[in-house]
């Protein structure tokens, strides 16, 4: 049983890293068939899979498509194991608006971001692409939101940046902003006054989770439901 | 040195460079296109202003010539964006406003298969392209002596202007041959607009292609998707007699062992690349860019003077913006740059 269930994890985390949604999917049946913790499935599974996803990805082995394929796989696996969570309790999780600024629709980067936050236990709003200055500013007011993520990749919408930081200063909105996207530099971010800056997907994971420090962020929060459920099934551990 | 520099004119200079011959000191130019050659201070000179401009051949003819003449740089070059290409095959753009430079706001496709619904690009008929083809015209005619660049899109950012980029960059993968099919039609497509505004009078053609960047795709998809369909249209470019600039956005290092067989005459590269490092890695190319867009926005003056001036003596064969110009660049700043290169290599 317990070798089993290492394999499982091993399987759903080697699925993600070969981009290979089918594999995901049918190991993610196998480790509710085996009983087996839905949460740990994507935690110890498919994130971890993902975290390797993103060592790849820092060290130029996988690129950007292979990031997209490998996220779509993890995603179908989630998909599966998904019925089998009680409700999340997304209370605990630090909120994240983000967006492209307006005049650009450039918004791979800003995906790629998403992918990477969510995957790190953040609870993502995505405002798509080209978004006004005033969206980003109401969304983070009215959710309240902990970080607020602006991205371009043209220099003509550079500037939009410190207008959307300015705006949400006059605004009293206190939410935390991390920008970035090509044309962005360290310099530029802290002359706008962001409060961090990342050159690619898998740094704004580690400048987000360092603005949070010492609060730990789960995937998802396991909650009194999940110990009836596991021992109501029995046969873990 | 000085007779070269007072008998050569700008064409002449550009001309030369790219063809590898004796120009004294390099040319200093902003090609237009992706790398947009306009200033929001000589739109107002000029009363030419965005986003009227991108629809008005006399406009657009008025505010290029402006700029070359206020700020010193060496060409014309037309439009002021990257989405006259995606506009004609059916793409929905938003014009944008004085300084915001059009943008695409609605993908056609869905998938790549979709790439079959498009029709074939007619380059004297579809959205702006006969505006565009009537200003390189226009300004080919009024000048002779100043190089008009005409600028193209490269397939694989056309097809990420016609479809969303993740969905692409997924299907490089999932359906590699579809990806291959739908490249080749908007090759041949660009290739026709391309070979039109030789017609109009281009000198020479930059062939801009964002989205293919090593960053992006890593070397393995650049190879496959990226240097063939830009090959092509550079073969077809050469076969005119016209050279060919290539520029590649973002950190190129990944992809320099495949840029050895991109057979265009220039290389044009963002402000992070290390021009003594590229020199190393494509010994046989001209060298173009890399001002930093940002610090020509910003300035300050004297540092954009330390930078171009760094970049002649690391050797660069062309000095030009990284990335184009912003519209919210001061004319002062721009002629820091123009002043630079115009001094020579000091």
New interface residues.
Partial sequence: MHREKSDILQNLAQAVID?DMTRARKTAAEAINAHMDPYEAITDGLARGMDKVNELFET?E?????I??CA?AMYAGIEVLKPYLPREAAYHKKKVVIGVV???????GK?LVKIMLDNAGFEIHDLGR?VPYAKFIDTAGELNADLVCLST???????GMQVVIEDMKKAGILSRVMVGG??I?PG?AKNIGADGYAK?AAEAVKVARGMFQGIQIPLVIKTPELVSIRKNRGGMQ | MNFINTIMTEKERLLKALRNEQVGRPPVIAPGGMMTMASKEVMEQTNCRWPAVHRDAGKMATLSISMHHETGIENLGIPFCMTVEAEALGGEVEDGDEVTEPHMVNYPLKSVEDWRFLQELNPDKDGRLPSILACTSLLSKGHPDIPVIGNLVGPLSLATSLIEASLLFKALRREPEEVHRMLGFLTDNSIRYGEALVRNGADLIVISDPSATGEILGPKMFTEFALPYLNQMIHRMHTLSKPVIVHICGNVTPVCESLKKLDAEGISVDSVVNIKEMRKAVPDKKLMGNVSTILLQNGPVDKIQKVSGNLLRSGVDILAPACGLSARTPVRHIRAMTETAKAGIQ
């Fill in positions: 981009m130029e996988y690129f950007v498509p292979e997209l394929l779509d307006k005049g650009d629709t450039h918004d791979i995906n080209n990749l043209m220099t003509t919408t550079m500037d090509g044309p530099s530029f690619n």
